[in-house]
């Protein structure tokens, strides 16, 4: 077995350190998803009470999509995943058509997943688990092969796993995908392999496990000690999707470096090559792909609102020079994310929020290297009640109060318990916010007491200088922008091992977002003038030339 440490840039000694230590482990590495290994920690079940069995009929099928069909239940019957059945449930096989061309062999659980009763067991929040990698120099991924097909069937609940084809009824020797427990099963399964290794020197979702470390010689300790665990718990590992030694690498759909995250350039290769849309199936696709993106871009739901109409039920779908700017604006956005910075518990928090009659925008920030970088945006639309506080006394301290408690709210996670600086461009906040105050509105004094656990300074900062969160209220949809959304990593993405040449760095200015609008002192923005000239570049994506397309 010959390690492939092409993109890894440890040193000749260290590779050959790192490939010895691999050897121990040979016959834990597959070239195939189809060679999953087999647990004995773990026996799926499925609940599914007092239901009575679910029988349905097969779905009909074009020819080819036969041939593919009968070659799935050939290859799973060979490998001992599926058997012949007598079950009284039968789940039909649904045949899927794949963006390539090709087709993908599914099976349909929506029926037997009603009559199941639910797993809560929790998913990790993807913002912990970047967190946690603030620290690091080296990374090394490892993914587990077929990660499901490596959980055995409880003898109890086979026969609910039964699923019929114009090629006969079968049943799973394995955990499936498409059952609704199969997610919460399978990562409670790693927590048990990992218990005392996740956040501590690993991290897992489902089947993708990232090892972290700040030095070499700790990076191999903690690669054996993850590969020890994997193989007590007779997984596999499938070769090419595993990386070591890396300074940065592809996890969960970001990269993630030493320095901080930025977008998977594979997933921004997907946006770039979205054709212009001819109906509201297209606007949606193109929609789904680039809202991935909003957490990096201040501004996003304002771009896309032309867009957004034409989504609009019983709209006419009409392209027009609105939405052509909006199309090519949010490819050109989307070309260069700003890349976020990990938070430092070391470091003091500087806390940017904003209010307007229609929004409150935050953004979160620390200084590296003299400079402030971004940690994160986050961005929330007033309820109708909530707009309304506009039209009373005091309404304007409301508003802008509000969108204090709010965003320390959001970010709760990370000054709870931590001194931080609150800039905000209300003057009366520094009044609200101050021991002395004795305010006989029950809003005001509500929230400047729950705030008063939380130990910060308040800094006035004219709001013609804080463009980066200026915008971000005006919004006209909800939005956390960075660490909050659970995007999976397509196993098939590949990154080239570029390192970022600018970290954190504040977003566009309004003006080039087409942001503007009135505030909620009453003041109208046309943009952000004294917003920071310097556009976030972030790691040099891949040129839209070099993947073949225009922006149109």
């Known amino acids: 077995m010959k390690a492939d440490f092409s993109e890894s840039k440890l040193s000749p000694e260290q590779k050959e350190l790192f490939q010895a230590e691999l050897n121990g482990f040979r016959s834990m590495f597959v070239d195939s998803s189809k060679e999953p290994g087999r647990t004995d920690l773990l026996q799926f079940e499925i609940d599914t009470g007092n239901s009575a069995p679910i029988k349905q009929p097969p779905y009909r099928v074009s020819l080819a999509e036969g041939e593919v069909m009968e070659a799935e239940v050939k290859q799973y019957l060979e490998l001992n995943l599926i058997r012949p059945s007598n079950s009284p449930w039968a789940s039909p096989v649904l045949m899927i058509r794949k963006p390539d061309g090709g087709i993908r062999f599914c099976i349909d659980c929506r029926k037997l997943n009603a009559v199941t009763v639910k797993d809560c067991y929790p998913m990790p929040l993807i913002d912990d688990i970047l967190d946690v990698l603030g620290d690091a120099q080296l990374f090394s991924t490892m993914d587990i092969a077929s990660g499901y097909w490596n959980v055995p069937i409880h003898p109890d609940s086979v026969s609910k796993t039964a699923f019929t084809c114009k090629y006969g009824l079968y049943e799973w020797l394995v955990m499936p995908f498409g059952l609704c427990n199969a997610v919460p099963a399978f990562e409670r399964l790693m927590k048990t392999v990992l218990v005392d290794l996740k956040w501590r020197i690993c991290l897992v979702y489902l089947d993708d496990c990232v090892i972290f470390s700040k030095d070499f010689p700790t990076h191999l300790v903690r690669v054996r000690q993850v590969l020890t665990r994997f193989q007590q718990a007779g997984f596999k590992l499938k070769m090419k999707k595993c990386h070591r030694g890396r300074s940065q690498v592809a996890f969960l759909g970001h990269i993630v470096t030493p320095t901080g995250i930025l977008p998977n350039p594979e997933k921004v290769k997907a946006v770039m090559n979205v054709k212009r849309p001819v109906d509201v199936h297209g606007i949606r696709s193109f929609l789904g792909l680039t809202s991935y993106f909003r957490r990096y871009i201040p501004g996003y739901a304002s771009i896309s609102a032309p867009l957004e109409r034409l989504k609009v039920k019983d709209a006419p779908f009409k392209w027009d020079e ?231």
Not at 343 to 367: H, I, N, T
Not at 418 to 433: G, I, M, N, S
Not at 476 to 481: C, L, N, S
Request: glycine share 8%; proline share 5%; net charge negative.
């Open 322 to 552: 609105d939405c052509k700017g909006a199309f090519r604006q949010l490819k050109r956005a989307i070309m260069k994310p700003p890349i976020l910075v990990y938070q430092d518990g070391k470091k003091r928090f500087k806390l940017y929020v904003d209010s307007s009659r229609y929004a409150v925008g935050a953004c979160l920030m620390q200084e590296v290297d003299g400079r402030n970088r971004v940690v994160a945006y986050a961005s929330k639309l007033l309820t109708g009640s909530q707009k309304n506080w506009i039209t009373k006394q005091d309404g304007i301290s409301e508003i802008e109060c509000w969108g204090v408690v709010w965003a320390t709210r959001k970010f709760r996670c990370y000054l709870d318990k931590r001194e931080f600086d609150l800039y905000a461009d209300h003057q009366a906040l520094t009044w609200v916010f101050s021991p002395d105050n004795r305010t006989t509105n029950a809003k005001l004094a509500r929230w400047a007491m729950e705030l008063s656990n939380l130990q910060f300074k308040v800094h006035h900062k004219p709001g013609i200088s804080m463009g980066h969160v200026d915008g971000q209220s005006r919004l006209p949809m909800d939005t956390v922008a960075a660490l909050s959304i659970r995007d999976l990593l397509n196993p098939e993405d590949t990154v080239e091992d570029v390192l970022p040449t600018s970290v954190g760095e504040p977003a566009r200015a309004d003006s080039e977002l087409g942001l503007g609008g009135e505030r909620a002192d009453g003041h109208v923005d046309d943009e952000c003038p004294n917003q920071p000239n310097e556009v976030a570049s972030g790691v040099p994506l891949t040129p839209v030339d070099r993947f073949g397309l225009d922006f149109d």
